[in-house]
């Protein structure tokens, strides 16, 4: 079969791509499942993704996992994602290794439970020195607590004397968040047909191409983010100026 891959131009590779990941328990639904089943799938369109990504040459995946919101879920279906999350971290480490990606994680990682929490810290550190690319899974995220969270210490060091009101500007904030040192997503992209933004990367999304697609996550595979790419690779980012400035 013929791979879309063939029509992507390395050349012009998003450096970073955001994914909100949606879908899973209407996935499982759909077959008369438990949401949780949605879940587990889920996990292997995390694993394709990762790997299509990584062999293309993209620099920065960044996932949203699970957000602040999902915390008012049932506590079975926190629970179950949790140990998901756990086994996930244990059994993928070597792949990540293996395929020289560092792991990183932002959000309020506080609020994991604690071995969740420490195997997460342990993987972020067992793979710190890969360079290829850097998987990003944002878990108890959103965009307004690391927005809150920054302002909260960008006033701490004001008040402190460290900052000077006056040098508070864009970059000042871009350093003060989750993400510093990552470039801005150049494309984002959703599953499950939903067209909304569900509190992610606020600030960090402001000129990011938005690419939504029906299908659910656990459907996503290569082919569909070699499609995302192949249209992200179609549009004109003009940042504010005219068709005719870009052209020049
Ligand atoms: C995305 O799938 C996974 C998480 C938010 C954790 P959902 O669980 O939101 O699935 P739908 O949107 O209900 O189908
Ligand atoms: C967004 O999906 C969060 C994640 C994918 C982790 P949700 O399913 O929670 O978003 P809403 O509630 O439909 O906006
Ligand atoms: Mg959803």
């Known amino acids: 079969m013929e791979s879309l891959k063939d029509k992507i131009i390395i050349g012009r590779l998003p450096e970073h791509i955001a994914v909100i990941m949606d879908g ?50 049932s506590s079975f279906e926190v629970d179950a994602l949790m140990t998901l999350l756990a086994n996930a971290l244990r059994d993928e480490l070597k792949t990540l290794n293996d395929n020289n990606i ?20 342990f993987a972020i550190d067992n793979t710190k020195n890969n360079n290829r690319m850097t998987l990003t899974l944002c878990l108890s995220y959103s965009g307004r ?21 006056n040098d508070v500007d864009e970059a000042l904030i871009t350093n003060h968040l989750a993400t510093a040192g990552m470039p801005d997503p150049d494309i984002l992209v959703r599953t499950s047909g939903e067209e909304r933004i569900s509190n992610y990367l606020l600030w960090q999304i402001a000129y990011s191409e938005l690419y ?25 980012r003009r940042f504010g100026k005219t068709s005719e400035q870009i052209k020049k």
């Open 24 to 73: 899973n328990g209407r996935w499982a639904k759909q077959q008369g499942k438990m949401r949780v089943f949605g879940h587990q799938h889920g996990i292997q369109a995390v694993r394709d993704t990762a790997e299509a990504c990584a062999e293309l040459g993209v620099k920065y995946l960044t996932l949203y996992a699970f957000s602040t919101e999902n915390w008012n879920r």
């Open 212 to 236: 939504f697609t029906k299908k659910y996550w656990p459907d996503f595979g290569k082919e569909d983010l070699y499609e995302a790419i192949i249209n992200y690779q179609n549009r004109e």
């Open 102 to 121: 560092r792991l990183n994680a932002i959000g309020d990682l506080k609020r994991l439970p604690k071995p969740q929490y420490d195997s997460l810290m």
């Open 145 to 165: 607590w690391e927005i809150t969270k920054m302002v909260r210490d960008i006033a701490t060091q004001v008040k402190e004397g460290k900052i000077n009101p």
